[in-house]
């Protein structure tokens, strides 16, 4: 059996405690190198070993395709996420089955593909000006891309792979390569990958977080009132250009508030487990006595002012009682993938008629991408809902007819997590791995 030209994994959520690397001792877990891994990983890992082994010494997989999510920055701050990272890359042989990894930022890692944007487009054109001679006029910085998708050609006697809007090579000239400590070469792209094949066809791999309102929120409640309106519609790049600042903010600024994030990760779990936190009186006192100081009646004659203040109390209490209940509520609902994207696996997610029309406008989004033009998208691979898929049929809302591949997640209570990354050969093919002989 021939090497697979890439494999795809997602969901690997290292830096959360049930995701590939734990922090103490558990089920599910073997140490590796004095790393605790998931043993689903090293599962994985055996199969890729008996693929190379078949081929000879010095074989190696051409790309790791890492669909979002590998590392977790919602939970833990970014040193203790880059402390993990670097002892797992230490230890987990990664530089010895790859020659490089193609990254696709998730929602749980998307602040990365915004640090990227940063280090490439303002960073380095401002340090390139130390001890410069002075230019007037030009710009100093350029404009953040938002959207660069990256492109993988199989028409062609060989594979040609690409990073719209960046000159190769590719050797992963980007600050990421370092969470590996530099074993092995990081690009990388956003949001999606396209796979070109010579029949026409096209395969298109992306995290799958666009597919749900929490990540979509911003461009679907203010875009319709944009004024005037997006030229051309909605694309990736205005997609992303919308929502990034909240996508960063739920899964990234949260969570590197020292002890405040731990605070605010219990209050998330109590609320969706329908129990009101003890915090929750607290912060509501604190919201209305601020409020309540910001509405001076002192002015008015004291017969006015105490019917004002009276009615402003109540109308304070009624402000807030009505905020308790429609975030509770909201995170309760958000178990049927309502708001937020359940926390472990959304059963049903194709099923639900909200997340199809959001794929749909995606692939719309797709569609409008200068690299897909007169190529037909007929395979998805996804992750973010934790739960596998094989070559799904699924018929969307427009009509448009896709097989759907889920990678599923390296996150579990225990042992035996749904983790199924795939493989694409050279003609573009898509298949889960089988089981290592």
């Known amino acids: 059996m021939a090497l697979p030209l890439a494999v795809i994994v997602s969901d690997v959520h290292l830096g959360d405690p049930s995701g590939v690397v734990s922090p103490f001792p558990r089920s599910g877990y073997a140490d590796l190198g004095g790393v605790r891994v998931r043993r689903d990983w090293l599962d994985w890992m055996a199969q890729v070993d008996a693929r190379l082994a078949a081929e000879g010494a010095g074989a190696r997989i051409p790309h790791l395709v890492i669909n979002g999510d590998f590392w977790d920055v919602s939970i833990r701050n970014m040193d203790e996420v880059a402390a993990l990272s670097l002892a797992f890359f230490d230890a987990a042989e990664v530089e010895r089955r790859f020659e490089q990894i193609l990254f696709l930022p998730g929602n749980h890692d998307h602040v990365l593909w915004s640090w990227v944007q940063m280090q490439t487009t303002v960073i380095r054109p401002l340090e390139k000006l130390k001890g410069a001679p002075a230019v007037p006029g030009g710009s100093v910085v350029f404009p953040m891309p938002h959207a660069a998708c990256a492109v993988l050609d199989l028409r062609g006697a060989t594979p040609a792979f690409a990073i719209q809007g960046v000159q190769g090579p590719y050797t992963g000239d980007v600050f990421v390569s370092g969470l590996t400590r530099g074993r092995i070469p990081v690009n990388v792209a956003y949001p999606a990958l396209h796979v070109l094949r010579g029949d026409g066809t096209a395969l298109l791999v992306t995290h799958g977080h666009f597919f749900q309102l929490a990540w979509t929120l ?3 409640v203010l875009g319709p009132a944009l004024d005037p309106p997006l030229p051309g519609g ?4 205005y ?22 994030s731990g605070t605010l990760q219990r209050m998330y779990d109590q609320i969706r487990a329908g129990h009101e936190p003890p ?25 006015k002012a105490g019917l004002q ?5 109540r109308l304070l209490d009624f402000q807030l009682y009505l905020l308790k209940r429609v975030v509770g509520l909201a995170l309760r609902r958000s178990e049927a993938g309502w708001v937020m994207p359940t926390v472990r696996g959304e059963g049903a997610f194709l099923e639900d008629p909200r997340n199809a029309a959001r794929l749909d406008a995606f692939m719309a989004c797709a569609a409008k991408d200068d690299s897909l033009r007169g190529f037909r998208v007929d395979d998805l691979v996804f992750g973010h809902t934790h739960q596998s898929l094989a070559g799904r049929p699924l018929t969307l809302p427009s009509g448009r007819r896709l097989r759907c591949w889920n990678t599923g997640s390296l996150v579990c209570a225990g042992e035996g997590c749904d983790f199924q990354p795939v493989t694409l050969d050279r003609a573009g093919r898509v298949a889960a791995m089988a089981p290592a002989p």
């Open 218 to 220: 911003l461009s679907e």
């Open 234 to 237: 909605l694309d990736f790049y």
């Open 239 to 260: 997609l992303e250009l919308l929502n990034a600042s909240l996508t960063d903010f739920l899964n990234f600024a949260l969570g590197q508030v020292g002890p405040l």
């Open 279 to 303: 915090e929750v009186k607290r912060i509501m006192d604190a919201i209305r006595d601020l409020m309540d100081r910001a509405l001076d009646f002192k002015a008015e004659p004291r017969w």
């Open 309 to 313: 203040e009276w009615g402003s109390d």
